[in-house]
């Protein structure tokens, strides 16, 4: 087998910063993953991890970690998860220093971003799909305290596709 860098941009140059928590779709033809590098596609310059997906095949690397004009954002993106047909990245983003974690999702073309949770106070964060297309997520909504540790703990909860019916596991 060959290793393969895929933190580079769409030219090939590799990135100039932390990147990690990689994905692979289901069929192999696109890579997801964090990164604080500021070099990957023009523009970058929110000075946070952001979410990127890089397709080997052409060589192009698109951050998907922006509004839907392509504005940047200004809090904190957390891994990511790609459906296993390869068409759908969801993962957790705090668009601003002072906002909680909430579950959102694009076409791993760049298009089509949604948010899917978003109730006040709570963060939702660590977002997976299902084998059913429902996504899967840790949550601070319904806390428990751990006697042990003496700490509040998160929860595990599931949604439909289009963030309806969220319940706890």
């Known amino acids: ?3 393969t860098r895929v933190s580079v941009d769409s030219s090939g140059t590799e990135g100039d ?3 990690s928590v990689p994905l692979i779709s289901g069929d ?9 590098a500021t070099n990957l596609v023009p523009g970058d310059t929110n000075g946070i991890p952001d979410v990127f997906v890089h ?3 052409t ?3 698109q951050r998907v970690s922006v509004s839907s004009t392509g504005l940047e954002a200004d809090g904190t993106s957390t891994p990511t998860f790609v459906s296993a047909d390869g068409r759908r990245i969801v993962f957790a983003l705090r668009r601003n220093r002072d906002e909680d974690f909430h579950i959102w999702e694009i076409g791993s073309d760049g298009t089509g971003l949604q948010q899917l949770t978003g109730a006040a106070g709570v963060s939702d964060f660590d977002p997976f799909y299902l084998p059913d297309e429902r996504i899967g997520f840790s949550s601070t909504r319904e806390p428990k305290y751990n006697q042990c540790s003496r700490d509040h703990g998160a929860n595990l909860f599931c949604m439909e596709p289009d963030g309806a019916n969220i319940r706890q596991i």
């Open 1 to 3: 087998g060959v290793t």
């Open 17 to 19: 910063g932390l990147s």
């Open 28 to 36: 192999g033809n696109l890579v997801v993953f964090t990164s604080q």
């Open 55 to 57: 397709e080997p095949s």
């Open 59 to 61: 060589g192009l690397t």
